[in-house]
């Protein structure tokens, strides 16, 4: 098979389609021969050298993908060969075939293409696992969400509405905070503003009651100072640094919680793992999706080979939604 290795840590140019061992599965799980894979942000800190696979994943970038079971290896129930599914990967992505536990796998989504599902598991299973599972987000509620515009803010925007919760999103620009509106939010703030005078005129004075966040310390004093009593925030990111100063007081006495998650690194069994998470988006937020109410927000469709130039324009800024990387058809190469 091919796949996308990374000659060394750098730039998209050390991104390379080269010729790769054919995986086999092993126990419980099963072969997907891969029809497309999303681009995240965790690919782009991998390429850069800054986010290594966990041990014994996949070398190769890629945590989520959509494809066809071709191979199914001992102790598999409920999965053929042949069936079109979605995944959650810890790396591997970025290839022709990908092991998969399936614990892992989703059912694509009715509604939604086999190419644009590859976009879907890891923001799915991300915002789901931190909006309801730990930070408890119901119905009657305001959530914060930053980067309205990227993968995870658009996903999470309207997963919010589906929910019943009123909304708020940041973004930097007009076409991007029109866009957060578009998809259903209450408010767009523009961040370059003051966000806890913001939230605070958006929810006359009470605070958003979770704050999802991916900038990590250079938010977090404005994110406690915009948080309603009782507030949660979930940290799933560190673009702004990972270390700030915290005021144990202000916690205290307004009841607020900050929590800090991460999807790659978790295994796939027990409570807090992959599989449990899995199952939870396939009960709960699929329906949301086969009813429409949740769809993918796709930038662009790249083929696979190309994965740099995908890599360029996440570096560039200003992806809206995903990217999907698309794999040719056999003999393409």
Wanted: glycine share 16%; hydrophobic share 40%.
């Amino acid at each position: 098979m091919y796949g996308i290795a990374i000659r060394e840590p750098g730039g998209p140019e050390v991104l390379e389609w080269t010729e790769q061992p054919d995986p086999e599965p092993g126990t419980g799980e099963v072969v997907l021969d891969v029809v497309a894979a999303g681009v995240n942000r965790a690919d782009v800190m991998q390429r850069q050298g800054n986010y290594p696979p966990p041990p014994g994943a996949s070398e190769l970038p890629g945590l989520e993908c959509s494809g066809r079971v071709s191979a199914v290896g001992s102790g598999v129930s409920g999965w053929n060969v042949g069936d079109e599914a979605c995944a959650l990967l810890a790396g591997g992505g970025y290839a022709e075939k990908v092991v998969v536990p399936t614990a892992q796998l989703l059912p694509v989504p009715a509604g939604v293409s086999l190419v644009d599902a590859g976009g879907l598991p890891e923001v799915a299973c991300t915002v789901w696992s931190n909006l309801v599972l730990t930070a408890g987000l119901r119905s009657g509620q305001t959530l914060l969400v930053h980067g309205g515009s990227g993968g995870i803010g658009t996903h999470a925007i309207q997963v919010g509405k589906a929910l019943g919760v009123s909304v708020l999103a940041t973004a930097g620009h007009d076409d991007r905070l029109q866009l957060c509106r578009d998809l259903g939010a209450d408010a767009a703030l523009d961040y370059h503003g003051d966000l806890v005078e913001l939230v605070k005129e958006a929810t006359d004075g009470r605070g958003a009651d979770v704050v999802l966040d991916h900038i990590g310390a250079r938010n977090l004093d404005a994110n406690l100072d915009s948080m309603a009593n009782g507030g949660r925030m979930v940290i799933i990111g560190l673009m702004g640094g990972a270390k700030g100063e915290i005021n144990l007081a202000k916690m205290l006495t307004r009841r607020l919680s900050v929590a800090a998650t991460s999807l790659r690194g978790r295994p796939t069994d027990g409570p807090d793992g992959k599989g449990t998470i899995v199952a939870a988006v396939r009960s709960d937020l699929w329906p949301l999706v086969e009813s429409g109410r949740v769809k993918p927000v796709v930038h662009e469709r790249i083929p696979m080979p190309e994965a740099a130039r995908a890599h360029q324009l996440m570096d560039d800024g200003g992806v809206v939604g995903k990217i999907i990387l698309e794999v040719p058809e056999a003999g393409e190469h």
